[in-house]
């Protein structure tokens, strides 16, 4: 599974064909983004994140989903000027996917498998639910800016709820740790 996560067949956000190969011996934070969301302001975090710790070995990824709600209806050409007028994201961006149901695209797969369960508790599910919006079940991705690391490895060794910025501590600390493997 390791390596194979690395095969899986992408689109830059440009429309060029790739994958995470040319990643391979980096820390990967994937995160399923959108740009009519509530949490949208996570850019800034994620980008600080990615200027931070980009020379450690750090690579954060952009994966824009339309999935939730509608929150990502724009084109990549959209999308990508959004990113980069808004929030001067420098992270790569990748071509518009699904995340979740019959559509999920085969690294989401991956990830889910992988790792079916996040950190970060029940609050946002309980905050969504609030606003009377049905949720989907684990190992489902839960809403827009979901994060999963992978290891230098290959390995998906963490898994965050979307209300876990940038900043918190607990995705901070699984970082570091695969920063330092």
Same mark, same amino acid.
């Given at each position: 599974m390791a390596g194979a996560i690395y095969d899986i067949p992408l689109k830059s956000i440009d429309g060029n064909a790739t994958n995470l190969g040319d990643y391979k011996g980096k820390v990967l934070l994937v995160v399923n983004v959108a740009s009519k969301c509530g949490l949208t302001p996570q850019y800034e975090g994620l980008q600080? $994140?990615?200027a931070e710790?980009?020379?450690?070995?750090l690579e954060v990824l952009g994966f824009p989903a339309n999935d939730f709600k509608g929150q990502e209806p724009g084109t990549e050409e959209e999308i990508a000027s959004f990113c980069s007028t808004t929030y001067n994201v420098e992270f790569p961006l990748f071509g518009k996917i699904s995340v979740v149901g019959e559509a999920k695209h085969p690294l989401y797969q991956a990830l889910t498998a992988a790792k079916p369960h996040a950190e970060g508790g029940d609050a946002f599910r309980t905050k969504l639910a609030g606003f009377g919006i049905?949720?989907?079940p684990e190992p489902e991705v839960l809403w827009n800016f979901e994060k999963f690391i992978i290891g230098r490895d290959?390995?998906?060794v963490a898994r965050f709820t979307p209300d876990v910025g940038a900043d918190d501590p607990r995705l901070r600390a699984? $970082?570091?740790a695969a920063l330092a493997a």
């Open positions: 600080k $994140l990615y710790k980009h020379g450690a070995g049905a949720t989907n290959g390995k998906v699984a $970082l570091d």
